[in-house]
């Protein structure tokens, strides 16, 4: 049998899961856009939220202002 996967990441996991740096993810969940939680003073992303955050982000690359 095999055994459950995490629930939740802490901030340092979370942000390397996925692809970008921790102050971005910070930076998110304090304009709101994604979801953290507290344990004490420990910052935890659910799974599901970071899955979604980024599901959510645009996919096509935004276009260059012109110089």
Do not use: Q
């Not at 939740?8 to 970008?20: D, F, H, I, N």
């Amino acid at each position: 049998m095999n055994a459950p996967g995490p629930i939740s990441l802490p901030l340092a996991a979370a942000a390397a899961s996925v692809g970008l740096g921790e102050r971005y993810l910070r930076d998110a969940m304090d304009s709101g856009d994604l979801i953290g939680h507290w344990a004490g003073s420990k910052r935890l992303f659910l799974i599901e939220d970071l899955r979604e955050w980024v599901e959510a982000m645009p996919t096509s690359r935004p276009e260059k202002k012109p110089s």
